[in-house]
């Protein structure tokens, strides 16, 4: 049984940082893209950034450039998603998601809340 399942959510002041997690289970983690999305309140879920499945390559959306950074550990099948200088707008429901390199089998997780306030 295939799972995604997010850790590190919660409440934080402007400016301040996360560590989101990612633990997979149930598939061959390293076969797989891992990104993490993001969905505001009235909003379409959105790309925060990816990485490939060997880990060597990653993209930004250009919100989050400079701030957050995502890694994995295909020893622990884990993917993160480092979030610094956190502003209200990165205020959403984090998912994570898998894409497989070979097949195109795409899972989700259930979402962790993230809100930036003060």
């Known amino acids: 049984q295939v799972q995604l399942v997010e850790s590190g959510g919660g409440l934080v002041q402007p400016g301040g940082s996360l560590r989101l997690s990612c633990a997979g289970s149930?598939?061959?983690?390293?076969?797989?893209?891992m990104s993490w999305y993001r969905q505001a309140p009235g909003e379409e879920r959105e790309l925060v950034a990816n990485?490939?499945?060997?880990?060597?390559?990653?993209y930004y959306a250009d919100p989050v450039k400079g701030r957050f950074t995502i890694s994995r550990d295909n020893v622990k099948n884990t993917v993160y998603l480092q979030m610094n200088s956190l502003k209200p707008e990165d205020t959403a429901v984090y998912y994570c998601?898998?894409?497989?390199?070979?097949?195109?089998?795409?899972?989700w997780g259930q979402g962790t809340q993230v809100t930036v306030s003060s």
């Open positions: 998601k898998a894409v497989s390199i070979w097949t195109g089998n795409t899972y």
């Open positions: 149930g598939f061959i983690f390293s076969s797989y893209a």
């Open positions: 990485i490939r499945n060997t880990g060597d390559a990653t």
